[in-house]
């Protein structure tokens, strides 16, 4: 039997790998991860703009504009050997937007101590997070709605685990001929861990944000304002030039950290984007809380390939996403 100190396990259940630090008053800080690409490009400033298989890392409500089936795939590599793998799924189903994911984070190694003295090496943490959501549009222009259940497990050390079920749910408007879109949403409510001996909450977090998208077309230029009015089959094909601003606000409710997110991103033809971002704390402290960004992305056909630089005090992580659409 090995031991393992409850100060070690309190720091990597608070705290998986130090490119993902919080404040430890809420477990399972791999929920707070992006699951694309391109909304860590953005800062994370999503929650107004979010649609399709990423709406479930932001605003389930964004279900409700999944154009056509899509898989979208992320990978990231911490720079401590620790690895965050997220697959995500959505599509149409009659009247509404459907959507799964699966999401893995693996610590890596640690060195622990054995009952008998002999230093051996576990894995120090694995999560796994299981959610799946729908989302459908309201009769009211523009107007949206989701929701989301999720599972998910944890281990330590390779020998203590422990189980949480958790729900998201989000609502969203498209104001109809003017750009801009507001969003809001409520993620990981009623869920709590224990692990060993002791039990804490999930990383329960408000979101409200807004996105504004300016087109530019060959003849002239016009807002972007209709996708709140039209069935998602029949939006418009992308502007030559469209530029995008967003703004989120987020507040963790256990860790007591707000943040202030700002997002920009220009893309030609829906072909190429290029994204930057800026997280700042507003109250509260963590890793993570204050960032830079920066990201870029290509589609070609069905393909879509993103980037994200996100730049902490403490590192600068990468992440890759691709997505598949059908």
């Excluded at 430890?24 to 107004?48: D, K, M």
């Excluded at 649609?51 to 401590?80: I, K, R, T």
């Excluded at 610590?107 to 090496?121: A, K, L």
Aim: hydrophobic content about 40%; overall charge neutral; some cysteine.
């Amino acid at each position: 039997m090995r031991k393992t100190s409850p100060l070690f396990l309190a720091l990597i259940l608070f705290v998986p790998g130090i490119p993902y630090a919080g404040v430890g008053r809420s477990a399972v800080a791999t929920l707070t991860q992006p699951n694309s690409a391109r909304p860590a490009g953005l800062a994370e400033a999503y929650c107004a703009e979010a649609s399709g298989a990423d709406s479930l890392g932001y605003n389930p409500s964004g279900l409700a504009w999944a154009v056509a089936p899509e898989l979208l795939v992320q990978y990231h590599g911490g720079f401590m050997g620790d690895t965050f793998l997220s697959v995500g799924y959505a599509q149409q189903a009659g009247n509404v937007g459907v959507g799964a994911s699966v999401v893995s984070y693996n610590s890596g190694s640690v060195d622990i101590i054995d009952d008998h003295g002999v230093g051996v090496t576990a894995t120090g943490q694995r999560d796994i997070a299981y959610t799946a959501g729908v989302g459908g549009i309201l009769p009211w222009p523009g107007l949206s709605a989701g929701a989301a259940i999720k599972l998910v497990q944890t281990q330590l050390v390779e020998q203590y685990s422990g189980s949480a079920i958790a729900g998201d749910a989000g609502i969203r408007l498209d104001i109809p001929g003017t750009g801009f879109s507001l969003g809001t949403s409520a993620q990981n409510l009623g869920g709590r861990i224990k692990i060993a001996e002791g039990t804490n909450s999930l990383p329960s977090t408000i979101r409200a944000g807004v996105a504004y998208r300016y087109d530019i077309e060959a003849e002239g230029t016009r807002v972007a304002g209709l996708e709140g009015i039209l069935e998602p089959e029949m939006r418009p094909e992308p502007a030559p030039h469209r530029v995008m601003f967003l703004c989120d606000g987020l507040y963790r409710l256990g860790d007591r950290i707000a943040s202030l997110a700002l997002g920009g991103e220009y893309s030609f033809h829906g072909y190429f984007a290029l994204r930057t971002g800026i997280r700042m704390p507003v109250y509260g402290t963590g890793n993570r809380n204050g960032a830079g960004t920066a990201g870029i992305g290509a589609k070609i056909r069905n393909v879509a390939v993103d980037y994200a630089l996100e730049m902490t005090a403490n590192a600068a992580l990468h992440r890759v996403s691709v997505g598949f659409v059908f």
